[in-house]
């Protein structure tokens, strides 16, 4: 028993002096530092720990005035902005720039809308209402590029494009629009709800005569913009006799250009020369 006592004597005794030593040492290197923080706080002085350095580049503001447009454009009638994304631009960079780019349009559009629903609730005039159809267009050919890389990687890979199928189906009244097939828990033939909401048949007398009107409508719209272009060269041919035909030809393949040089409406009052 009396050697029990001894060896819980002699750690209690060496515990102390271990922490006699530790407060004597540490204390005031932690007093030091504590105080070292304290002032770098107080004077704005950020702390650098060199062993592990971080940087980033996001806005620190994160509040919900990122919605909002700068507030120096706010009292603008016009602000300077670049044009859209093209195609050709976006081809050349990679998936992770498409990725990274993709968010900066979501989030400006998002601002743009923002923006423009406030000026409309305030009557007030949105500055450059334009840069909504460029971010659109960015989206668009940015959405086009990926899709293009998705069906060059499926046909690598499956031999197959990896998108929907389609096909064009007719509606109950009789007019043809895509439809994209989806996948459905039970097949075809099982699957009755889809049945017969597919299955739907038009006809009558009320389906055919909307039919006949819709399609005359329709050839009116093609005839209409048909003369309308034909009036256009002809009135170029009556302006400038010595205009090149080669670009005309070019910028209007529906119209007759040949045709047209031999009518006596394009000459005007323009009298050819005959030689004697």
């Avoid at 720990?49 to 507030?71: G, N």
């Avoid at 423009?116 to 209402?129: A, I, T, Y």
């Avoid at 895509?178 to 459905?184: A, F, I, M, T």
Wanted: include cysteine; charge should be positive; hydrophobic fraction near 35%.
């Amino acid at each position: 028993m009396s050697s029990v006592l001894k060896i819980l004597n002699a750690a209690k005794t060496v515990k102390f002096v271990c922490t006699s030593i530790s407060n004597k040492c540490v204390t005031p290197l932690l007093l030091n530092r504590i105080q070292c923080q304290q002032q770098q706080i107080y004077q704005n002085a950020p702390l650098v720990d060199l062993s592990a350095r971080s940087f980033h580049c996001t806005s620190p503001c994160r509040d919900l005035m990122e919605f909002f447009d700068d507030p120096k454009n706010w009292s603008e009638n016009e602000v300077k902005v670049g044009r859209a994304w093209k195609l050709e631009e976006l081809r050349i960079k990679s998936n992770k720039e498409l990725h990274q780019l993709w968010y900066v349009l979501l989030k400006e559009r998002n601002m743009l809308l923002t923006m423009e629903h406030e000026c409309n609730d305030k009557m007030e005039l949105f500055p450059s209402p334009e840069r909504v159809d460029k971010v659109k267009i960015s989206m668009d050919n940015l959405e086009t590029v990926v899709r293009e890389r998705n069906k060059a990687y499926h046909l690598l890979e499956t031999g197959e494009t990896g998108e929907r199928p389609t096909r064009l189906v007719h509606n109950a009244l009789g007019l043809r629009h895509l439809y994209r097939s989806c996948e459905h828990v039970l097949p075809p033939h099982m699957n009755t709800k889809w049945i017969k909401s597919r299955s739907i048949g038009y006809g009558g007398r009320a389906v055919r005569k909307f039919l006949l009107l819709y399609r005359e409508k329709l050839y009116n719209i093609k005839r209409k913009a048909k003369n309308r272009s034909r009036n256009e060269v002809m009135m170029m041919l009556r302006r400038n006799p010595n205009i090149d035909i080669q670009i005309l030809r070019r910028k209007y393949p529906d119209v007759d250009v040949d045709k047209l040089l031999r009518d006596d409406k394009t000459r005007g009052h323009f009298v050819p020369k005959v030689d004697i």
